[in-house]
């Protein structure tokens, strides 16, 4: 059983900065990229930021200059800190991540239960 645990979504207003944690845990034998994904009301799902186990980074347009992704292999976690919100990022957060668990022994991928983010004054 493998679980991915976000955290840290929150009301904030215009400008400001929140960060976004996200913990793997479970029976996990070896974890690739790593990312966040967000989806607005009426909207698809969209890619926000990814990770690969190795440090390399890609990131959506809309949140270039303003996200930074990193992880922390050790323990499983990936973070998003996002500076500088605008209303157009208010939507559901959620983790995934590329993964073996031992109970399988196939690469699959996992997704958190999500954490909301509200950007409005």
């Known amino acids: 059983q493998v679980q991915l645990v976000e955290s840290g979504g929150d009301l904030v207003q215009p400008g400001g900065s929140l960060r976004l944690s996200c913990v793997a845990s479970?029976?996990?034998?070896?974890?690739?990229?790593m990312g966040w994904y967000r989806q607005a009301p009426g909207k698809q799902r969209e890619l926000v930021a990814a990770?690969?186990?190795?440090?390399?980074?890609n990131y959506a347009d809309s949140v270039k200059g303003r996200f930074t992704i990193s992880r922390d292999n050790a323990k499983n976690t990936v973070y998003l800190q996002m500076n500088s919100l605008k209303p157009e990022d208010t939507a559901v957060y959620y983790c995934?991540?590329?993964?073996?668990?031992?109970?399988?022994?196939?690469?699959?991928?996992?997704w958190g239960q999500g954490t909301q983010v509200t950007v409005s004054s």
């Open positions: 995934n991540a590329d993964l073996i668990s031992t109970g399988t022994f196939r690469r699959t991928s996992y």
């Open positions: 479970g029976s996990i034998f070896s974890i690739y990229a």
């Open positions: 990770i690969t186990g190795g440090g390399r980074s």
